[in-house]
């Protein structure tokens, strides 16, 4: 008989499976990833922060690896992703911090490099069409807890913080693989790409045949 949750590594037991946390991987959460693609990290972006009026924040939302949070990073991901759809350059975003009132989020989006364009003057634009792009998007009718769709404000946009990460590979490796297995895995650079690898990821240099972990 299995334990009353068998998942390891902050997975979570849904009752036919663990749900594993990001760039966790087997049946029961037991292994990191083989490749972890933190290529998106490289880039510009641009801090925001939005109050999502319709979701209250509750304490597990505190704990990045908790369903709570991770459910809720998921809608709102999914909604900016309409939200910026047609921003040029928007590459996704990533969510930094969730605090109460009703939920406050402070996320950044990233973007492609420009091109040509003074990066500083660049992302004050993009900050400014952000911002618009959000405040004039369309919501949900019915803005009660129980409606389907996130119901949102934009309360400050700022590009200060928005130039190129100053971690540098490994240590944005250490920061995106799953702890206990940070120790395992080492920047490598393939085109453009930059990704987080281990002795164990197939296709790379000197790599060996580690049989499932």
């Given at each position: ?46 801090m925001?922060r ?15 690896s ?13 909604t ?42 660049n ?29 949102f ?61």
């Amino acid at each position: 008989p299995l334990p009353a949750d068998p998942c390891q590594n902050g997975g979570h037991w849904m009752g036919a499976g663990c749900l594993c946390p990001p760039n966790v991987d087997g049946t029961r959460c037991e292994f990191g990833a083989s490749t972890i693609n933190i290529t998106a990290e490289l880039g510009p972006s641009v801090m925001m922060r939005a109050r999502v009026t319709n979701r209250n924040f509750s304490e597990d939302m505190g704990d990045t690896s908790s369903i709570g949070y991770r459910s809720f990073v998921d809608e709102f991901s999914r909604t900016m992703d309409r939200v910026y759809h047609n921003i040029s350059g928007y590459r996704g975003t990533r969510v930094l911090t969730l605090t109460r009132g009703s939920v406050v989020v402070n996320y950044r989006v990233l973007l492609h490099p420009p091109a040509g364009d003074k990066p500083t003057t660049n992302l004050d634009l993009r900050a400014r069409e952000l911002l618009e792009a959000a405040n004039t998007a369309a919501q949900p009718p019915d803005c009660s807890h129980s409606s389907e769709g996130l119901c949102f404000s934009m309360s400050s946009s700022r590009s200060a913080l928005a130039n190129a990460p100053v971690l540098n590979a490994t240590e944005l490796c250490r920061k995106y693989t799953p702890g206990n297995f940070s120790r395992y895995y080492y920047p490598y650079r393939t085109g453009n790409s930059l990704l987080c690898v281990t002795n164990c990821t197939p296709n790379v240099p000197g790599s060996i045949d580690c049989n499932s972990g």
